[in-house]
Structure formats: structure tokens, C-alpha cells
């Protein structure tokens, strides 16, 4: 059997990014961590860890870390059913999450979950193309994501779909856009991007007006409330859930450049195939807050999957 100390060791030094901060999280010293990730690995036979900057687990490294998060969640578990008067602490509970979600819906779901058990949520923030990679490494035991494609020894739930529209203001439009909205006018406007993994851009341009992603320039804005701020200040167009751009809308401060044309983002929760009642919970809420604040599939005939 695997020692559970030592895989602690190995999540440690992966979550943490540094030996020294991994050994402060476990109360050892730091060569105590060296010495049970090398144990670990001797026993396995099998190097565990890329020490790079970032520090990157091995194909072997991942399965490692996904098995201990597994063992540990169900551990838990099992003292608090078996010992319910004593408190056997938090769980730690790793989800992989997109901007947009955790900016408006995702919040909710929690609320219920978090009042009633004792969970530490680690939300792992990327594109909603790119949070399967978190599930894939074991980095996480659930994320959202756009992709419908369940992976081995997980499910894949639908949630609801996010329908993005591309906003300015008056102003930058009236700059950019004054014969009307055209494939000109976007080859000159500057586009609001979250970051290098953002497509929705490039999506939206590609599909309506047929222009390559090297065809126009763009802004590169890594946080939600700056990027919605450079929309509204009339420094750059971007694309915006409904969830958040309708009281933008309704006051004036942006207006849709091209109404009737937008991106459909349906969002599906990948999670481990885990007898777990805090994966159920989790499923649960998610499903019910999601029901009450996204769009249903069949609202939307073209959805956008990472694949198309």
C-alpha cells in the first residue's frame, strides 16, 4: 500500500509550488518532504515530480495525486460517519472553475454547502475549453467546462448554457464603427481578451465576419472586472455573458454591436465517479442553482464545444 504521508508530501510540494512552503503547510521540515517524495518514488519506481519552476508532476505524478485526493476525501468521510461527535477538521475539496461561472452563478451553489458541511473549496480558475486539462492531471475531482466528452472514471452532468454577446459602447462605436458594423471596422477596433486562452473572440470574429485571429488588435485583460471596464470606458469591444451584461444594457453604457448574433456556451460538470456524499452535495447544488440561471440547451440550436 501507498503511505498517505508521503503522498501528502507530493500534493503538498505540487499545490504549494515550493518544497519550503510545503513543508510549512504540513508542519515538517523540509527535508522530511524531500525524503517521503523520494521514498515514494523509489517505491513506485518512478520519478513523481518535474523540479522545474513551476514545479510539474510526471504522467505518474498526476495518478498519484488524483488517487491521494480520492483517499483522502473518502477517508474523511468515514471518521465523521464513524465518529460523528469528534471533529475530524475540513475537507478539502479541489475544483476546477471558468472566470465567467465563478463571477456570477457559481457562487450560489455554495452557499447551502458550505452552510452545512465542512468544506475548504481550492477553485482552480481557467477558460471553460481548458478546465478538463485540471480533472485530467488530478489536479481537481470536478470542473466546469464547455467540452460534452466525459472522461474514464468520470461523469459529465449538463448544466446550462452562457451566451456571450459582443458589447461596446456608444462611444467606441461611434470611433470604430461609423459606416456600421463590418468586417472593416473589427480589423481596426481593439478587442478585450482575458487571456492568450480565450477564444471567444476569435470564435465570434471567425464565424460572422470571417477574420483570423492575427487579423485584429486586441487588449489583454487577465481579470473580470477590469476586462467589463475597459468595455465600458469605450477602450475596447469584448465579449459578455447575459448573466452579467444585462443592467450594462439596460442603463446605456454599452450597446450589442451585432444583435441576433452571438456564441452559445453550454457548461457541463466533469466529476470523479466517487461514492462520495460531498460529491454528491456538490452535484446537487450545482445542478439546482444552475437550472435557475442558465439558459436550457434547448434554447440555443448551435452550441460551442471545444472541438467545433
Known sequence: MLDIRQMAALAAVLEEQSFDKAAQKLHITQSAISQRLKQ?????????????NPIQ????????????HQVSMLENELLRELSPQDDVGFTRVPIGIN???LQTWFLDALKPLLSEQKLL????????????????????IGCITSSPTPMQGCSCIPLGVMSYRCLASPAFIAQYFPDGVNAKGF???????FNNKDELQNRYLKSFFDIEPGDYPRHRVPSSDPYFQMIIR??????????????????GQVVELTPGRYLAIPLYWHVWNLKSTHIQHLTQTLIQVAEQTLDPFDQHPVLIHPES
Open 121 to 140: 473549496l481550492d477553485m482552480k480558475q481557467d477558460d471553460q475549453e481548458q478546465t478538463h486539462h485540471l480533472l485530467r492531471t488530478g489536479e481537481v
Open 99 to 101: 472566470a465567467d461561472s
Open 187 to 193: 480589423k481596426q477596433a481593439p478587442a478585450a481578451e
Open 234 to 251: 469605450g477602450f475596447a469591444y469584448g465579449m459578455i455573458p447575459d448573466q452579467q451584461s444585462q443592467p450594462l444594457l439596460s442603463q
Open 40 to 52: 515514494l518514488e523509489d517505491k513506485l519506481g518512478q520519478t513523481l515530480v518535474i523540479r522545474s
Open 57 to 68: 508532476a510526471t504522467p505518474a505524478g498526476q495518478q498519484v495525486l488524483k488517487y491521494f
